[in-house]
C-alpha cells in the first residue's frame, strides 16, 4: 500500500503516438486535509475512491488506499467534493519494464503535462524517455490536489 513514484513535466506530444491506452478522467476531492486527502475518480465509466497519507520527505512515498466503486457512486461523490475539479486524459506508455502515466490537464489547468513512473524502491533506474522534462517529484504544486486549489492558470 505504499506507492512509490517520480513525476516529471513532459515536453511534447510525442508520448500519445507512443501510448497503448488513454482514459478520461474527472476527479475531485473530499479532503484536502496535508495528513490525508480522499478523492473520487470517475475513470471513463468506473469509479475509484482512494486515500492518500502524507508524503515522505522527498516526496517519492506514500500511504495509498484504492476502492473501486459504481459510476453512478462516484458521480454522487463528485457533488460532494470541495471546490475545483480535475479534468484531464491519462495517457500510458510502456517503456522497458516501466509503465509511464502522463496526464493532459484541460480546463484551469490547461496546458499542464505531467509524467509519473511506479518505482519499487526509491533508488530504482528506468529508461527516460526523450519528452521527459523536469522532475518534480515532492514539489506539492503538481499534486493534483494542489491543482484543484491553485490551478496552473493562476501561476
Not at 476502492?67 to 457533488?79: C, F, R
Not at 490537464?105 to 521527459?132: S, Y
Amino acid at each position: 500500500m505504499i506507492e512509490i513514484e517520480r513525476k516529471f513535466l513532459v515536453t511534447s506530444n510525442v508520448f500519445k503516438d507512443q501510448a497503448f491506452s488513454s482514459t478520461s478522467i474527472i476527479q475531485g476531492f473530499l479532503n484536502r486535509d496535508p495528513e490525508r486527502t480522499v478523492r473520487v475518480r470517475l475513470e471513463g465509466n468506473d469509479g475509484v475512491l482512494t486515500v492518500k497519507g502524507k508524503s515522505s520527505n522527498n516526496g517519492l512515498s506514500r500511504f495509498e488506499w484504492e476502492k473501486t466503486i459504481s459510476k453512478q457512486e462516484a458521480e454522487a461523490l463528485l457533488k460532494l467534493c470541495e471546490k475545483g475539479i480535475i479534468d484531464k486524459i491519462r495517457y500510458q506508455v510502456k517503456l522497458g519494464n516501466h509503465v509511464f502515466e502522463i496526464d493532459e490537464f484541460f480546463g484551469d489547468n490547461q496546458g499542464l503535462i505531467i509524467a509519473e513512473v511506479e518505482i519499487q524502491h526509491e533508488n530504482e533506474t528506468f529508461k527516460k524517455p526523450d519528452w521527459l522534462g523536469k522532475e518534480v517529484t515532492g514539489h506539492i504544486k503538481y499534486y493534483n490536489s494542489q491543482l484543484s486549489k491553485q490551478p496552473y492558470n493562476t501561476w
